[in-house]
């Protein structure tokens, strides 16, 4: 059964902007832009990082869909428009000092564009682990 | 019992600086930074984000904790040399342009500096959330 009215049930644009637009509390960097952490609901996966000018959070947080800023071809990017590699949002949030936003979102697919499920799965780092002093005992 | 050894044996130096030290792969920003996500092993909480220079993540990469470059105050910062709120390295990546780290550790406590256990927990947005086709049927 189609149920069209679901995502509107979610959300009042009214509260969202009478509380004080999140827009308005973010705090952009000099190039009018934050990073956007996009993790993966429920597995708890980080997908990618990506970065977001006040238009494109906006459209993030009202549209359903995660669009970033591209900085290399200085356009909106709607993630998995070309791909199939959609973002459905599910929540979101911005940190102590609101200057980098979580969004937790349902990946269609590969969240990279290399293929892999996320961003962070081709490079792992040879680290010194470190112990926590209980751990050592 | 104690054991000191632990750290050292999963590491190795040399064959962490022969295969090309990610330090010199890492595409930092204009200012000699990239972003850091820090994120709880096992949960997959995503804690925060912060901003390390090459020495930063050498420091994190090699020592077993994490550091990050501060930018308010200008100074390299030892994540709980104050706070007690430790942050252990287990494990760490790239992504798939090396210009943003993930950070898998062990948080001792608060990761954030306001007493929460994230720094994402103070500010959840409004969002309209996004559903998949198929799960609209």
């Known amino acids: 059964m189609s149920e069209p009215g679901d995502e509107e049930l979610e959300f009042d644009e009214e509260a969202w902007t009478a509380g004080g637009s999140p827009l308005d509390r973010a705090a952009f960097n000099s190039d009018g832009l934050l990073p956007a952490i996009i993790q993966q609901e429920g597995t708890g996966e980080v997908l990618m990082l990506g970065w977001m000018d006040r238009e494109a959070m906006r459209r993030t947080l009202t549209e359903g869909r995660v669009t970033f800023w591209s900085r290399s071809r200085q356009e909106y990017w709607r993630k998995g428009d070309t791909s199939g590699h959609v973002q459905y949002v599910r929540a979101a949030a911005l940190d102590c000092d609101a200057d980098t936003l979580l ?4 990946q ?3 969240a990279c564009h290399t293929g892999t499920r996320t961003c962070f799965d081709g490079d792992p780092l040879d680290v010194r682990r470190g112990i926590p002093p ?4």
């Open 103 to 106: 969004v937790t979102v349902e």
């Open 108 to 110: 269609v697919g590969a």
């Open 134 to 137: 209980a751990a050592a005992d």
